[in-house]
């Protein structure tokens, strides 16, 4: 790019290097239309948006002058494999040391469908798979399939200390079909079933179950506009989720729930972003002895007071607000706090008091080996930290039911 330069009028938009992907897709991916000005750095976050869509290895754009005030945009990409397996070794104070090999199979086993399927091995046992076949490019319907068995501890506590511990081993698969629109929505009607076993008690709670079988059907949606899916500066991001348990003769629950969570990130000045977000579940008038498990509310993804296993309940949200500095190119800086109310028998209008917590984090951004710090304070006065390195997010969260 010539610096002295601000902005570029596109007179074409070529592509070189693709193989397998057409180059309608790849402009679909960089959103750019030729005919129209744009900055470098539009032009550099293009690239970079295309680049997210773990379809290319490289992709960087070149100008020609086409005359003295248009320009010819070149992009030139390096496809992945279509068959591309790779290592995920990550470690977080929650989860411990986790080994994962990832296996992604693109327009492999038919056109215009992905298969992902994921082993971990460690603080978390896990197989997933989650295969996609498209009907469409820029809107349209699709169909999923999505086995999987995972094993993990989960923990008991009492005044803020572990007391015992439980290992649970679930298996299951969900189905559905959907629909989806480019940069705007995704919404799935899906079916579910799992089974669930526990090794130990869980709960003084008599009637839970040790072995039991969830089934039914549910619908979700998701939409997500972030720039940055480990250190956010904007964008937003919504997903919600129904399921319904309703038939006694397939499931030994019977229950309607929803859960959804609401993020945006606005940036304030060139570093500095402030972000919102509020994260919501409901059993809805399910008896709380009925339900399979509450949910688990706390942790490093949901209220910072609390360790992950120390509470869960029926109904609860949880509000936040941080701020977040770019400190130098690779390092975050970000403070917050948290508001959590939680409840065993309310709908909507949920019956506890506010509890609060505050934090304070540093990041590390890395391609490879991201680093995330946090400490987070309670009321008490009790100090939770979390540490992660690596790459610690659900890969499937929107495939699960």
Known sequence: FDKQLNSFKINEIRVRGNLHVSTAKILEYLDLQKGKTYSTDTIYHACQNAWNSQVFSTIYPSLECYSPSEYILYIYVKEKDRKHLALNLGYSSEDKLVAGVVLSLNNYLLKNSKLLAEVKLGGMNELNVDYVKNFGEEWGAYYRLFPYVNEKTMYNYTNHYRTSSISS???????????FAKDIAIAELFLFSSQNKLYSDISETPSLQKNSVVSGFGVKAYHESLDDYIFPTSGSRLMTKFNFARNVEISDFIYNSFQGKGEVYIPLTKRLRVGMSIDYGSYFNADPVDIL???IIGGSGGFMGYSRYEIGAPYYQINSWDI????????RLCAGMQGLSYSDSNVWALESDWEYCYYAGIGFVNPILPLKLKLAFNETGKMNSFLSIGYDFDLFSFSRN
Do not use: E, M
């Not at 081993?169 to 629909?179: A, D, E, H, M």
């Not at 977040?324 to 390092?331: M, N, P």
């Open 324 to 331: 977040a500095y770019s400190l130098q190119k690779r390092w």
């Open 169 to 179: 081993l679930k298996w299951g698969f969900t189905t559905g079909i959907g629909v």
């Open 293 to 295: 498990d509450s949910y």
